[in-house]
């Protein structure tokens, strides 16, 4: 049931925002006159790497600087491109890796295999299924860009203050994962581009009632700040990346 409703709601999505999605792609090519995707691979369901589809939002090349995490100040990320993140439109063309079979709608953000990489046994949890263009933590950690904005080792920072929790969330998905929970995580995004606060309450209301850990919730209310934490599996805060 999941996968024959990923596959018809992407094919909707896909016809309906692609007029939306073409302009963007013409904003993008006239600014540098490159591709406006970009193509990067991810690791999958069982690690297996895919070629996942993105608006670009970067300068060309610009992930071969070696920094994978993005800071909303970061200097690679083109004028069209903050847009494009902004109202998070570079995860739209993702539709197409649902319709191929490569993510689901919902489900744990894909990463980079460098990341992978760093798992502890806990977090290989989160390669068990398939990878999502939402979930909690995307509602959690929309703003990922702002919270590493300003910080000397951008990579470093993600591993020790949004890793832990973002892991903790995508492996609570992975074990209470449901089609109802999905309908409400895809209503959620929505809310968030237009009330984060509100969605996020919303979510917090979800995992305390399917049962998640106090300090879980709390993290993911996002009234405090953030603070280095162990991943999932670990007992130490990570040290390098």
């Not at 929309?142 to 892991?167: F, M, V």
């Not at 709390?218 to 990346?241: D, I, M, T």
């Amino acid at each position: 049931m999941k996968r024959l409703f990923d596959f018809l709601a992407s094919l909707f999505g896909l016809i309906l925002f692609s007029p939306m999605l073409i302009v963007f792609m013409i904003l993008i090519w006239l600014q540098d006159y490159h591709s406006p995707f970009y193509i990067a691979n991810r690791v999958g369901r069982n690690g297996k790497l895919f070629k996942m589809y993105k608006l670009r939002s970067m300068v060309k090349n610009a992930d071969k600087s070696g920094v994978d995490s993005t800071s909303a100040n970061d200097m690679r990320i083109t004028k069209v491109g903050h847009l494009v993140r902004k109202y998070k439109l570079d995860e739209l063309t993702q539709l197409w890796n649902v319709m191929l079979g490569d993510m689901s709608l919902v489900g744990p953000r894909p990463n980079v295999q460098a990341d992978t990489s760093l798992y502890t046994e806990q977090e290989h949890k989160l390669l068990s299924v398939r990878p999502g263009i939402t979930d909690f933590s995307s509602i959690v950690f929309s703003d990922e860009g702002d919270i590493l904005a300003g910080k000397d080792d951008p990579d470093l920072t993600y591993n020790q203050i949004i890793r832990p929790w973002k892991s903790r969330l995508g492996i609570f998905y992975v074990e209470k994962g449901s089609f109802v929970l999905d309908i409400k995580l895809i209503l959620l995004t929505v809310v968030a581009i237009l009330n984060k606060k509100k969605a996020i309450s919303k979510l917090v209301i979800i995992l305390e009632k399917l049962g998640a850990e106090s300090q879980l919730c709390e993290v993911s209310k996002r009234e405090a700040e953030l603070y280095p934490f162990p991943p999932p599996g670990a007992c130490e805060v990570v040290q390098s990346r």
